[in-house]
């Protein structure tokens, strides 16, 4: 029984891990959209065009 219920939260948490690590990794290409656009509006505001 207690192998059972061990198993079963091991089970749980690596798939609570790796659920984690598809949203970390998604929230880094979004910080990665984000901070291009902030960088193509520097360039934009240095030649004066802002």
Known sequence: ????LMLAL???FSVGML???NTMA???KDMQKAGEKVEDKA??????KC
């Open 26 to 28: 998604g929230a880094g």
């Open 1 to 4: 029984m207690k192998r059972v």
């Open 10 to 12: 091991v089970g749980a």
């Open 43 to 48: 360039h934009d505001c240095n030649d004066g």
């Open 19 to 21: 659920s984690g690590c």
